[in-house]
């Protein structure tokens, strides 16, 4: 079955704080995705790299990095939050991000931040 | 950009009836057309999706229909069950776009037993 593992599944951080989000993926995906979503609203898009490349940043604040070491493992690393960052961050991976073909997205379980 | 209308906002149900939810989307260009099922505190599941080459789709209680000439797509279930319950997410995207996914506002259903 697919599976897309998120780490933590909750955090709570001060607004100073520095901490990061990671998601792995073991399905031979090259396309990763960052999601945010808030209570009772559809999931909006962060961040997509493919092939291990930043391809998409939906003008992000830059509070948010994403990194993509390899293949199967997408970081975001989080500082100087603000309480409006408090969301359902969720991780998705899919073939590739090459355009080519249909590529269905495979969710994670997600990390719930909240910032104090 | 891509924008998706989804309705109702809220279903409510008798198990065993039938429940459809409606999107319509914007861009002519969008061609792939997922639904996914997220119940309270899980993740987005994808149960269904159609390209833009098909009218319809059924996989068992699941059924979606799609016109492209009005921009609207549709679920269908079918005998509902209380396990159904959970909110549904229209989407759309180009697949010359980087999978990049619009998702409409979703759908909270609800099936009484």
């Known amino acids: 079955d697919t599976e897309v593992t998120q780490t933590p599944k909750h955090l709570v951080m001060g607004m100073t704080n520095k901490k990061s989000l990671k998601c792995e993926q073991h399905?031979?995906?090259?396309?990763m995705y960052w999601y945010k979503q808030k209570a009772k609203k559809p999931p909006e898009l962060m961040f997509v790299?493919?092939?291990?490349?930043?391809?998409i940043n939906e003008s992000v604040p830059s509070r948010f990095s994403p990194e993509c070491p390899n293949s199967s493992l997408l970081n975001l690393h989080l500082h100087a939050l603000q309480p409006e960052d408090s969301a359902l961050y969720l991780c998705?991976?899919?073939?590739?991000?090459?355009?080519?073909?249909?590529?269905?997205?495979?969710f994670g379980d997600g990390t719930r931040l909240s910032i104090l | 950009g891509e924008n998706v209308e989804q309705h109702p906002s809220t279903l409510s149900v008798q198990e065993g009836d039938s429940a459809v939810i409606k999107c319509t989307y914007s861009?002519?260009?969008?061609?792939?057309f997922p639904w996914y099922k997220q119940e309270l505190g899980k993740r987005p599941q994808l149960i269904i999706d159609?390209?833009?080459?098909?009218g319809e789709k059924k996989d068992q209680r699941i059924a979606v229909t799609l016109n492209k000439t009005a921009k609207h797509f549709s679920l269908h279930i079918t005998e509902t069950q209380p396990e159904d319950s959970a909110v549904y997410f229209c989407?759309?995207?180009?697949?010359?776009?980087?999978?990049?996914?619009?998702f409409g506002g979703g759908t909270r259903l609800m099936v009484k037993p």
């Open positions: 998705a991976s899919s073939q590739d991000g090459s355009g080519v073909g249909y590529q269905p997205q495979h």
């Open positions: 399905m031979g995906h090259r396309a």
């Open positions: 790299y493919s092939y291990e490349k930043l391809s």
């Open positions: 861009d002519s260009a969008s061609n792939y």
């Open positions: 159609i390209r833009s080459n098909v």
């Open positions: 989407a759309a995207s180009m697949n010359n776009a980087g999978n990049m996914l619009t």
